[in-house]
């Protein structure tokens, strides 16, 4: 896994938009499509804006599916991810092949069953995430199962995850923060040829430490990423912030640095 540290998080979305689109586009032109997993959060702003903006990609030709969605709300409500995917990506690109996760559907679990076996029928090229508060990728909150090799399961989320949502005022208090959420598993996350985790900001940064420096561990979901082949984490001077002084020193020399398992 790489660590890779920018300036601000503008510098941090454009770099990791350039990795992105070199992906997608070489996937392209290997065998004519690219299959992608996309994020959506506050966090990925920045990175969203820049991809869609990218130049000679062919959006006709990619297939993009969803990373995690409440289970409950609405698509209009201003905290869906399916809100944000399709207006973050799906709208600017004009990508027509996407797999939404419908979280208010009558039986949640028929549309685990659906877009987990649409997913896990060829592989994704690519897969973007962020890192939550509580270190979780998707909605894998600790502790993580990292064994589960379903596609989408359904999780309880714990109380940090949900204050999460609520600092980043998607909801006016925890009381209407869902309490359920369809998740891409963390093995099928690792599926992925290639993992590109977008993580600004210092409210990441204990996390960032926790997931990068601690053992790998179910109460540092995140942390699984280590064990990649092919994953580069994207953080900030304040998500890096609180990295222990040698990995700090690694990483002030070259701007980035390699971390193992």
Request: charged share 20%.
């Amino acid at each position: 896994m790489l660590l890779k540290v920018f300036d601000d998080r503008v510098a941090l979305g454009r770099a990791a938009a350039e990795q992105a689109a070199a992906a997608i586009r070489r996937a392209i032109a290997e065998r004519g499509s690219a299959r992608i997993v996309a994020a959506t959060a506050a966090s990925q702003l920045e990175f969203l804006d820049a991809l869609t903006k990218a130049p000679g990609i062919d959006w006709s030709r990619v297939e993009a599916f969803h990373l995690d969605e409440y289970i409950g709300l609405p698509v209009t409500h201003p905290g869906s991810f399916r809100k944000m995917l399709l207006e973050q990506l799906l709208q600017k690109t004009g990508i027509a092949n996407y797999h939404l996760l419908d979280g208010d559907a009558a039986d949640p679990l028929e549309v685990v069953r659906r877009v987990g076996k649409d997913l896990a029928s060829r592989p994704v090229d690519i897969a973007f995430l962020g890192i939550g508060e509580n270190g979780h990728i998707a909605f894998n909150d600790p502790p993580a199962d990292l064994q589960t090799e379903e596609a989408y399961i359904i999780v309880n989320l714990d109380e940090a995850c949900r204050q999460q949502q609520v600092g980043e005022a998607w909801f006016a208090d925890i009381s209407q923060v869902p309490k359920q959420a369809i998740s891409m598993s963390a093995r099928q996350i690792l599926k992925a040829k290639e993992i590109l985790a977008v993580v600004p900001d210092s409210r990441k940064a204990h996390a960032v430490k926790a997931c990068f420096e601690g053992p790998i561990s179910p109460m540092a979901p995140a942390s699984i990423l280590r064990t990649h082949p092919n994953a580069t984490v994207y953080l900030d001077k304040n998500s890096a912030s609180l990295l222990g002084l040698a990995l700090q020193n690694a990483l002030n020399d070259e701007s980035q640095v390699m971390v193992s398992s």
